[in-house]
Structures are given as structure tokens and as C-alpha cells.
């Protein structure tokens, strides 16, 4: 009994052969929205500064160290990694010696 069970559902009708092909069309639209969608997210994480409060930038130097010595900075007053004006004797912790 069981063998004619298991037999029975393995007979593929047209219409269920139709039901699997829009499952598997319906995943893999749904794959390629959520690629799109994944990859404008990480674009806009590539593209995103950091405000200066979340790295604490600071208008004056810290230890010798300043923007205009960054690698970051881009005179005359702008940052590649944070947001807003940057002033060339401003410090934040991000600070990589240019
Ligand atoms: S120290 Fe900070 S704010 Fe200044 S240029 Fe470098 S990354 Fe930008």
C-alpha cells in the first residue's frame, strides 16, 4: 500500500509540472530583486562618510596629527571619509598619515 502511495506521487500531472515551473520562476525573480536590491545597498555603503560626531573629529589637532596630513583630505576642506567641512587642522580617529 505504501509503494502505490509513494508511486502516486511521483505521477507529474501537467498542471502540477506548470505549479513547479512558476515556483521556480517566482524564485528566481525573487533572487534577482533581492541581488538588486543588495547590491544598491552595498554601493551606498561604499559611497557613505561617517558623520563626525561617530568618529570624533575635532576642529583642532590631536598629538601632531591633523587633516592636512591625512590621506583622507582634500583641500581645502573636505574629507573623502566624512561628512561636512573639515578643517585642514581639524583630527578625527580615522586619521591616516598621508
Ligand atoms: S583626520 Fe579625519 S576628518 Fe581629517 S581628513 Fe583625516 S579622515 Fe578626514
Known amino acids: 500500500m505504501s509503494g502505490a502511495i509513494s508511486n502516486m506521487t511521483s505521477i507529474r500531472t501537467p498542471a502540477s509540472r506548470m505549479a513547479s515551473r512558476r515556483g521556480v520562476f517566482g524564485l528566481a525573480a525573487g533572487a534577482l530583486a533581492l541581488g538588486s536590491l543588495s547590491g544598491a545597498g552595498l554601493a551606498e555603503a561604499a559611497t557613505a562618510k561617517s558623520t563626525q560626531k561617530a ?40 586619521y591616516k598619515k598621508s
Do not use: I, L, M
Open 55 to 94: 568618529v570624533d573629529y575635532q576642529s583642532h589637532p590631536k598629538g601632531g596629527k591633523g587633516c592636512n596630513t591625512c590621506n583622507a583630505f582634500q583641500p581645502p576642506s573636505k574629507c573623502k571619509t566624512v561628512e561636512g567641512p573639515v578643517e585642514a587642522s581639524g583630527w578625527c580617529n580615522k
